[in-house]
């Protein structure tokens, strides 16, 4: 059974950083996929980054050039790094974990993390 708990949100003014950080838990398995994605207040959940095991990343348009999504497989960490934080960046910000053994299908979701980004 794989788990993710995500941190590291808070409070920043427009034009912020925050790092948000997801540990994933038990046993995993390459090819992977890490993504996160955010649920503001009224709106459907929507993915933001990607990180595939072999390297690979991608980004919802509106976040490019200011966002970066990082591993540290010794630790079983993905990172998010806001930079340029817009208000409309805020939300509820989660990861979540897919693999080939276990047919890509998502792990029960976290708690999540609130960033909230001020005008």
């Known amino acids: 059974q794989v788990q993710v708990a995500e941190s590291g949100g808070g409070l920043v003014q427009a034009g912020g950083s925050l790092r948000l950080s997801c540990v994933v838990s038990g046993t995993i398995f390459s090819p992977n996929v890490v993504d996160w994605h955010r649920q503001a207040p009224g709106n459907e959940r929507e993915w933001v980054a990607r990180s595939i095991s072999g390297g690979s990343t991608d980004y919802l348009d509106s976040v490019k050039g200011r966002f970066t999504i990082s591993r540290d497989n010794t630790k079983n960490m993905v990172y998010l790094q806001m930079n340029s934080l817009k208000p409309e960046d805020t939300a509820v910000y989660y990861c979540?974990?897919?693999?080939?053994?276990?047919?890509?299908?998502?792990?029960?979701w976290g708690q999540g993390t609130q960033v909230t980004v001020s005008s």
């Open positions: 979540n974990y897919r693999d080939a053994r276990r047919g890509y299908n998502h792990v029960n």
